[in-house]
């Protein structure tokens, strides 16, 4: 299985420089590391391109823009997909390749964020408030798994898919919560709480990127309703369902 793994930045690039340390030092290494370049006006490209990564460049703003830029150029059957705050554990990618392998059925896998940069107090608010939160309420909009765009991969068969129905020209989406909308509910998607990805907290010390955040994810479900309302995907989640053959013994 070759896995890419896609790493967005714009002016990040002392964080980047960290989470590069991480991915190049992942105990099964990616196939190749598509940093894409979204108009960077610090050294975020030669950064990316002393860690050994191809450096891909973006001209139209906005992170869905840069994402699919990448997903676009990548070789791999399977695409990963960090920040350029991220750090990845070790074994990050090894999980990935396992439990997709393990689960052929499967066109995507996610987890949770663990803030490495919040006072603990924040950190565990952060965590319940904020991560719990979207994981839950948004599965029961999705009836399916919601991907996180700072720890997710997928197949580079579902990227085929919906390549021509996502909202990759609107910079004021949510790219991950646009692309698991596109994400037929009969196909199911690895939530797995022990794949764990460090995140930056930076968001939740600036009021204005949270309303920001919120603005963004009204205006995802708003470009994607009523055709993805959430009683349409659970019936047809439950309809895939009861469609499948039931095995015997």
Known sequence: MRISLVIPVLNDGEQLAECLKTAVAQIRPADEILVVDNGSDDDS??????????VLTEPERGIWAASARGYDAA?????????????????????????????????????????????????????????????????GALANAALFGSNMAFRRS????????????????????????????????????????????????????????????????????????PWKRWRRRILAGRARPKTIG
């Open 75 to 139: 070789t791999g059957e399977v695409i990963a997909r960090c920040d350029a705050d991220c750090r990845l554990p070790a074994d990050w990618l090894a999980r990935i390749e396992r439990q997709l392998t393990e689960r052929p059925d499967r066109v995507a896998i996610t987890g949770p964020g663990r803030f490495y940069d919040l006072s603990p107090v924040r950190r565990v608010l952060a965590s319940v408030l904020y991560m719990r939160m979207y994981f839950f309420t948004v599965r």
């Open 158 to 229: 579902l990227w085929e898919r919906v390549r021509g129905t996502v909202h990759r020209h609107d910079s004021e989406v949510h790219d991950d919560l646009d692309f698991a909308l596109q994400i037929d509910p009969a196909e199911h998607v690895i939530y797995d709480r022990a794949l764990r990805v460090g995140i930056s907290g930076r968001p939740f010390r600036d009021p204005a990127s949270m309303r920001k955040r919120l603005a963004r994810a009204r205006r995802t479900f708003a470009l994607n309703w009523p055709e993805q309302l």
């Open 45 to 54: 490209a030669g950064i990316a391109r002393a860690f050994g990564a191809t």
